[in-house]
């Protein structure tokens, strides 16, 4: 079988696998987020924080419970790593820098895991192990619980009440990613990958020079930074290094551990409103999408028709040879597709067009399926624009799930669309125009503008990829990036917050002759248009200026 074959039964196999996990690990996630009932260790965990589990929160208190938990971690995993020299498990590494030390807080907190840090040299196993890999499980969770609450804006009515953050936190860890990565942590240690705590091991390559060779819990943290959608690899290289990802079936896994859970969420969203329809719509809109992105991916990689990748019949160059250029490019869609980071190839390496593809797949937002969480809230703004569009369309005030979207709604919403580009393109602005963010720049022209573009689109959309051509530990980008995703992240759960409240507040408004079916072909059809449109016209002229002009050199 050619390679491109084989990388089309690679991709077909995931989708099936997707499909056979949708309706049970939905339904699993709707009785987590819907059962009265708490677990004994929940209940110690509840004592603990000092909360009452049965207290609903309204969304200005849910948000602010949000806001205090994450300024936290931010604190706590700054100050892990500034005192790193003092740990134990530290294997001699100094303190990390105070500016690296801040990015690397704000982006492992806020889900993005951008590393502008060589992970083996750089970070110690407990910090690894006990600071990075633990805000990957809580990210994650905080991301679960805001998409939660706002399904529970659309299925609640004239309440002020949305849930409790703290219970929703400790569910999500408990009963969702730590049991899934338990068992995602033993079948890839079965693939080969390391969990041990073994100090680096020197040893004599064949040329008869001696190399160390690191060891640390790298499993452990592999399954969360896939599942939980956060990308942190235990290694520079990521999921290209053998100890992270051994083999072409511990590749197939992690980009089924990277999917999973967003792809199934809209199940939990279709059961938590009463209707499984709306589930299915926006789960056909996700599918479409992804697919489109695989193919485009998958095609320019293949089939480019620059010199040298025709000669060797694929672009090769950045690619992981043990996977090959369509596997590759299957998992390098897939993780810009959600706001995983994960790479096991180059993605400054890729050719202009399927670059551009992937530094589109962050500007849509990262709905298809998006991460755990984000992706759900994301797609379900860009559903209130379009049947905001649609109304305007038929001149009638727009509903959704029984919801009218009036002025104050479309505004939250509209003020989430706008957050996340107001941020990658003032940021890649200012760093095109500062000395301090041109000299990083390894590539002249429309590359180098595309990776600045890249940085600020990842960081500001939580994704934490990287076209690793810009060297982007300074002060500066640790800086700017750092801001970047803070408010990438926040900005937009508040807007997310705010609308549940809003809609949870409403009156049920029956449906009528006039209301437009969101659960048929058609209004699929019209969500991933509107999200396409959008993003088309608010980021064309950055593209024109990086991929698209380097693409049509």
């Given at each position: 079988?050619?390679?491109?074959?084989?990388?089309?039964?690679?991709?077909?196999?995931?989708?099936?696998?997707?499909?056979?996990?949708?309706?049970?690990?939905?339904?699993?996630?709707?009785?987590?987020?819907?059962?009265?009932?708490?677990?004994?260790?929940?209940?110690?965990?509840?004592?603990?924080?000092g909360i009452d589990p049965h207290g609903?929160?309204?969304?200005?208190?849910?948000?602010?419970?949000?806001?205090?938990?994450?300024?936290?971690?931010?604190?706590?995993?700054?100050?892990?790593?500034?005192?790193?020299?003092?740990?134990?498990?530290?294997?001699?590494?100094?303190?990390?820098?105070?500016?690296?030390?801040?990015?690397?807080?704000?982006?492992?907190?806020?889900?993005?895991?951008?590393?502008?840090?060589?992970?083996?040299?750089?970070?110690?196993?407990?910090?690894?192990?006990?600071?990075?890999?633990?805000?990957?499980?809580?990210?994650?969770?905080?991301?679960?619980?805001?998409?939660?609450?706002?399904?529970?804006?659309?299925?609640?009515?004239?309440?002020?009440?949305?849930?409790?953050?703290?219970?929703?936190?400790?569910?999500?860890?408990?009963?969702?990613?730590?049991?899934?990565?338990?068992?995602?942590?033993?079948?890839?240690?079965?693939?080969?990958?390391?969990?041990?705590?073994?100090?680096?091991?020197?040893?004599?390559?064949?040329?008869?020079?001696?190399?160390?060779?690191?060891?640390?819990?790298?499993?452990?943290?592999?399954?969360?930074?896939?599942?939980?959608?956060?990308?942190?690899?235990?290694?520079?290289?990521?999921?290209?290094?053998?100890?992270?990802?051994?083999?072409?079936?511990?590749?197939?896994?992690?980009?089924?551990?990277?999917?999973?859970?967003?792809?199934?969420?809209?199940?939990?969203?279709?059961?938590?409103?009463?209707d499984r329809r709306q589930g299915y719509?926006?789960?056909?809109?996700?599918?479409?999408?992804?697919?489109l992105s695989q193919a485009a991916v998958?095609?320019?990689?293949?089939?480019?028709?620059?010199?040298?990748?025709?000669?060797?019949?694929?672009?090769?160059?950045?690619?992981?040879?043990?996977?090959?250029?369509?596997?590759?490019?299957?998992?390098?869609?897939?993780?810009?597709?959600?706001?995983?980071?994960?790479?096991?190839?180059?993605?400054?390496?890729?050719?202009?067009?399927?670059?551009?593809?992937?530094?589109?797949?962050?500007?849509?937002?990262?709905?298809?399926?998006?991460?755990?969480?984000?992706?759900?809230?994301?797609?379900?703004?860009?559903?209130?624009?379009?049947?905001?569009?649609?109304?305007?369309?038929?001149?009638?005030?727009?509903?959704?799930?029984?919801?009218?979207?009036?002025?104050?709604?479309?505004?939250?919403?509209?003020?989430?669309?706008?957050?996340?580009?107001?941020?990658?393109?003032?940021?890649?602005?200012?760093?095109?125009?500062?000395?301090?963010?041109?000299?990083?720049?390894?590539?002249?022209?429309?590359?180098?503008?595309?990776?600045?573009?890249?940085?600020?689109?990842?960081?500001?959309?939580?994704?934490?990829?990287?076209?690793?051509?810009?060297?982007?530990?300074?002060?500066?980008?640790?800086?700017?990036?750092?801001?970047?995703?803070?408010?990438?992240?926040?900005?937009?759960?508040?807007?997310?917050?705010?609308?549940?409240?809003?809609?949870?507040?409403?009156?049920?408004?029956?449906?009528?002759?006039?209301?437009?079916?969101?659960?048929?072909?058609?209004?699929?059809?019209?969500?991933?248009?509107?999200?396409?449109?959008?993003?088309?016209?608010?980021?064309?002229?950055?593209?024109?200026?990086?991929?698209?002009?380097?693409?049509?050199?």
């Amino acid at each position: 079988m050619s390679s491109t074959g084989a990388g089309l039964v690679f991709a077909l196999s995931l989708l099936v696998a997707l499909l056979l996990v949708h309706r049970p690990l939905g339904d699993y996630m709707y009785r987590v987020f819907t059962s009265a009932r708490h677990l004994r260790v929940e209940r110690v965990l509840y004592r603990l924080i000092g909360i009452d589990p049965h207290g609903e929160q309204s969304w200005a208190v849910y948000a602010r419970s949000v806001l205090a938990f994450s300024a936290v971690s931010v604190l706590f995993l700054y100050a892990f790593q500034r005192l790193q020299s003092h740990l134990f498990l530290s294997l001699g590494f100094p303190a990390v820098d105070s500016d690296l030390a801040w990015n690397t807080a704000v982006s492992f907190t806020t889900n993005t895991n951008w590393q502008a840090y060589v992970g083996e040299s750089t970070m110690g196993q407990l910090v690894q192990m006990a600071g990075l890999a633990v805000q990957n499980f809580l990210s994650a969770a905080v991301g679960i619980a805001v998409a939660i609450t706002l399904v529970r804006g659309f299925a609640r009515t004239r309440t002020d009440g949305l849930g409790n953050f703290w219970v929703d936190l400790i569910r999500g860890c408990v009963r969702i990613l730590l049991p899934v990565c338990v068992v995602a942590a033993v079948v890839l240690v079965a693939g080969g990958l390391i969990q041990n705590f073994h100090e680096p091991q020197t040893v004599t390559t064949l040329s008869g020079t001696e190399q160390a060779i690191p060891g640390g819990p790298v499993a452990s943290q592999e399954a969360i930074k896939n599942l939980g959608t956060n990308g942190g690899g235990f290694f520079n290289a990521n999921s290209a290094h053998p100890f992270e990802n051994a083999t072409t079936w511990t590749n197939w896994i992690e980009i089924f551990l990277l999917l999973m859970v967003s792809f199934s969420l809209p199940r939990t969203f279709g059961r938590m409103v009463g209707d499984r329809r709306q589930g299915y719509a926006i789960v056909a809109v996700m599918a479409m999408l992804a697919i489109l992105s695989q193919a485009a991916v998958i095609g320019f990689q293949v089939a480019h028709h620059g010199t040298v990748p025709t000669a060797v019949g694929a672009a090769t160059e950045g690619t992981e040879v043990r996977f090959g250029v369509p596997d590759s490019a299957v998992f390098a869609s897939a993780t810009t597709l959600t706001s995983t980071g994960s790479v096991d190839s180059f993605h400054d390496s890729y050719t202009s067009l399927g670059g551009g593809v992937l530094l589109l797949n962050m500007m849509v937002g990262e709905v298809a399926p998006g991460g755990v969480g984000s992706g759900l809230y994301g797609m379900l703004i860009l559903a209130v624009v379009t049947v905001f569009v649609a109304g305007l369309m038929v001149g009638r005030t727009p509903e959704y799930l029984g919801k009218k979207i009036r002025g104050q709604e479309i505004k939250l919403a509209s003020l989430y669309f706008l957050t996340t580009p107001l941020i990658v393109l003032v940021g890649t602005a200012v760093a095109m125009a500062l000395p301090e963010g041109r000299m990083s720049k390894l590539n002249h022209g429309p590359h180098g503008m595309s990776e600045v573009l890249y940085a600020f689109t990842s960081a500001a959309n939580n994704n934490g990829s990287a076209f690793a051509g810009l060297s982007a530990d300074t002060t500066f980008y640790n800086t700017a990036l750092g801001l970047a995703m803070a408010f990438g992240r926040f900005l937009p759960m508040m807007f997310v917050l705010a609308l549940a409240g809003k809609l949870a507040g409403q009156r049920p408004t029956p449906v009528t002759g006039g209301t437009l079916p969101t659960h048929r072909p058609q209004f699929v059809a019209m969500l991933a248009g509107v999200t396409l449109v959008l993003v088309a016209l608010t980021y064309f002229p950055a593209l024109a200026l990086g991929p698209l002009a380097e693409g049509l050199h």
